[in-house]
Nanobody, 115 residues
């Protein structure tokens, strides 16, 4: 059974930093593109950042230069380092594992940025 478990969400002041983690089990992480998505109240879920098995990254324009995604296939973990946080970053953040055949989601972790 595949599980993705996020952690690291918290309440933080604007300008602060957080590091989100996603731990995978029952999955060969290196076979998947791993991504972080977020969903704010009343808004659609959107891609924040993704990283391929080979390490290529892609970021939403709104987080470029502030967020960094990384992965450790051996430890089956994916991280999202978030710096210079803004109130617009407030959302539930979800970890995603995507292949050509399968897609898995974590349960989400809340990030709240106070201004």
């Amino acid at each position: 059974q595949v599980q993705l478990v996020e952690s690291g969400g918290a309440l933080v002041q604007a300008g602060g930093s957080l590091r989100l983690s996603c731990a995978g089990s029952g999955i060969i992480l290196s076979l998947y593109t791993m991504g972080w998505y977020r969903q704010a109240p009343g808004r659609h879920r959107e891609l924040v950042a993704e990283i391929t098995g080979g390490g290529n990254t892609n970021y939403a324009d709104s987080v470029k230069g502030r967020f960094t995604i990384s992965r450790d296939n051996f430890k089956k973990t994916v991280h999202l380092q978030m710096n210079s946080l803004k109130s617009d970053d407030t959302a539930v953040y979800y970890c995603n594992a995507q292949s050509s055949e399968y897609a898995y989601w974590g349960q989400g972790t809340q990030v709240t940025v106070s201004s």
